[in-house]
């Protein structure tokens, strides 16, 4: 094989190693997102919407579980959520997955008026009380997009509560 051509084929190779070695730590799950995930309600034809994202590994995880279901994943960073689309093209391609920069407290959805069976967030500071000034418009949009029976569960320091609509 002329030297060119085996240059090539070993850079392809070691592009190929470095991508495959970037995919699979992406898609790593810490012990304590795998953990809030398990403590989740999801029934496998649920619509479900994470807040605060990231690079969409919840989402990803949570997709793989269900059969007719969905997840729309949001996050306010526009870099997590390209990182997030990079990472996802397989389970985006099947329909169960979608992603959207915005803010919680300018979230809408009106996707076909179709609301979410489940919300959740992890460590998102509009709900979990560090930004308080945040949290009553926040509340306000996701009980919007809820359905009549829909669930709410926030990760706090000390784990994950359910959250009641207000009266």
């Known amino acids: 094989m002329p030297a060119n051509i085996s240059l090539f084929a070993n850079l392809h190779h070691n592009?190929?190693?470095?991508?495959?070695?970037?995919?699979?730590?992406?898609?790593k799950i810490s012990p304590r997102i795998l953990s809030i995930i398990n403590s989740l309600p999801i029934k496998?034809?649920?619509?479900?919407l994470e807040i605060g994202c990231g690079?969409?590994?919840?989402?990803r995880e949570i997709v793989a579980r269900?059969?007719?279901?969905?997840?729309?994943?949001?996050?306010r960073s526009e870099r997590a959520?390209?990182?997030?689309?990079?990472?996802?093209?397989?389970?985006?391609?099947?329909?169960k997955l979608s992603y959207q920069c915005v803010a919680?407290?300018?979230?809408?959805?009106?996707?076909?008026?179709?609301?979410?069976d489940?919300?959740?967030?992890?460590?998102?500071?509009?709900?979990?009380?560090?930004?308080?000034?945040l949290e009553k418009l926040a509340l306000k949009r996701i009980f919007k997009t809820l359905k009549k029976n829909g669930r709410l569960l926030i990760d706090y320091k000390n784990g994950v509560?359910?959250?009641?609509?207000?009266h």
């Open 44 to 48: 496998p034809n649920m619509t479900i």
């Open 55 to 59: 690079s969409g590994v919840a989402a």
């Open 15 to 27: 592009i190929h190693m470095r991508y495959k070695t970037l995919m699979a730590s992406h898609n």
């Open 118 to 133: 489940l919300a959740f967030a992890i460590r998102v500071g509009a709900l979990d009380g560090r930004h308080p000034e």
């Open 104 to 116: 919680i407290e300018d979230f809408e959805w009106a996707k076909h008026n179709a609301k979410f």
């Open 161 to 166: 509560r359910e959250i009641n609509p207000p």
């Open 66 to 75: 269900l059969d007719k279901g969905s997840v729309h994943a949001i996050d």
């Open 81 to 95: 959520i390209q990182q997030a689309i990079r990472l996802s093209s397989e389970k985006m391609a099947s329909g």
